[in-house]
């Protein structure tokens, strides 16, 4: 079992910058994946980044140039840059178990851009 726990969100004004990072615990060797979802208030859950354990990164179109994600052991982090009213969403961590079927949630970091 894996258990996420993120933080960092808040109230920003457009143009600025956030940095989520999510904690892992648990059985942390068995992760091979982890990543950011996001869920903005009539959005479905969209996939934001992921990274692998040998450092491979898949960005969402809507965030390539502007958000980083980054891992440190059983720490993932996102650097979001020049935030914009669109990237209003709950941001959900997740960590993808080595069976390759198990995914890991988070409970979410509310990410407010204001204009």
């Known amino acids: 079992q894996v258990h996420l726990v993120e933080s960092g969100g808040g109230l920003v004004e457009a143009g600025r910058s956030l940095k989520l990072s999510c904690t892992a615990s648990?059985?942390?060797?068995?992760?091979?994946?982890m990543g950011w979802y996001r869920q903005g208030p009539e959005n479905e859950r969209e996939l934001v980044a992921t990274?692998?354990?040998?450092?491979g990164t898949i960005y969402a179109d809507s965030v390539k140039g502007r958000f980083t994600i980054s891992r440190d052991n059983a720490n993932v982090y996102l650097q979001m840059n020049n935030l914009k009213p669109e990237d209003t969403a709950d941001y959900y961590c997740?960590?993808?178990?080595?069976?390759?079927?198990?995914?890991?949630w988070g409970r979410g970091t509310q990410v407010t851009v204001f204009s």
């Open positions: 997740t960590a993808r178990h080595w069976d390759g079927n198990t995914i890991y």
């Open positions: 648990g059985s942390t060797d068995r992760i091979i994946a």
């Open positions: 990274i692998t354990r040998g450092a």
